[in-house]
């Protein structure tokens, strides 16, 4: 299903408006808060409105992964004088939504195959955890690892797949994976390395394109031509 112009300029100030009163902050938090998992439930929105029969088991864990997304959207930008475990509820947010991600992407291709991809994405995950970790308090330790490493999975197994069925469709889900990759690692280097300038424009910018790639690799489905014959093709 085509995406009407409206809803994408939608996504669009949502997330300049969730990264405008992130970097700004003080009483323009509010737009930060609203904007955020407005622009998320947005881009659910593209998933929910698509009709694709033949990928319904895609189509419902991928909706299942923007959820917890959002989840992890709201969990996270709250202030720990309002949510003092805000950020240790995130990450497990987040870490569901990427396994319900992993699930969609080994709906119709064989799980680490290749391989190349996950031991590669497993070395660059463990050369950034070593960076890292003496940033990392003890009790988040084990929280973060178990994090990177499903997000490294999911990540990879967006690339092999991608490899193993080259569609377009498979592609853009290839490319969600590596720039959550991307914004996640942005986001802890942001936490518990240094901060990072104009963080908010690149973790929350990465995110969003993840998130919209994400969406946007479902599948169109089949239709019937006027002459009889049918066809199919990827958003």
């Not at 997304?69 to 309002?82: A, F, H, I, N, Y």
């Not at 490319?175 to 280097?189: E, P, R």
Request: proline share 6%; net charge positive; hydrophobic share 55%.
């Amino acid at each position: 299903m085509p995406v009407s112009r409206l809803h994408q300029y939608a996504i669009a100030a949502s997330v300049a408006l969730a990264i405008l009163g992130s970097t700004l902050g003080g009483a323009t938090i509010w737009l930060h808060y609203f904007a955020k998992p407005l622009a998320t439930l947005l881009i659910a929105a593209l998933v929910w409105r698509q009709h694709a029969p033949r990928h319904e088991a895609y189509r419902r864990a991928l909706l299942a992964g923007l959820a917890f997304s959002w989840l992890g959207d709201v969990l996270l930008m709250l202030p720990r004088e309002v949510l003092a475990a805000g950020f240790e509820l995130g990450l497990a947010a987040f870490l569901l939504a990427h396994l319900c991600y992993l699930r969609a992407l080994t709906r119709d291709a064989r799980w680490a195959r290749p391989l190349w991809p996950l031991l590669l994405l497993l070395l660059v995950g463990c050369l950034n955890l070593a960076v890292l970790w003496p940033g990392i308090g003890a009790a988040l330790r084990p929280p973060v690892l178990a994090y990177m490493l499903c997000l490294v999975a999911m990540s990879a197994q967006a690339i092999a797949r991608a490899r193993s069925l080259a569609t377009p469709a498979s592609t853009s889900a290839a490319a969600g994976g590596l720039l959550f990759l991307s914004s996640d690692t942005l986001l802890a280097y942001n936490k518990f390395h240094a901060p990072l300038p104009a963080s908010a424009l690149l973790v929350l910018g990465t995110y969003y394109a993840a998130l919209y790639l994400l969406a946007r690799s479902l599948p169109v489905a089949v239709t019937a031509s006027p002459a009889g014959l049918t066809s199919s093709s990827s958003t």
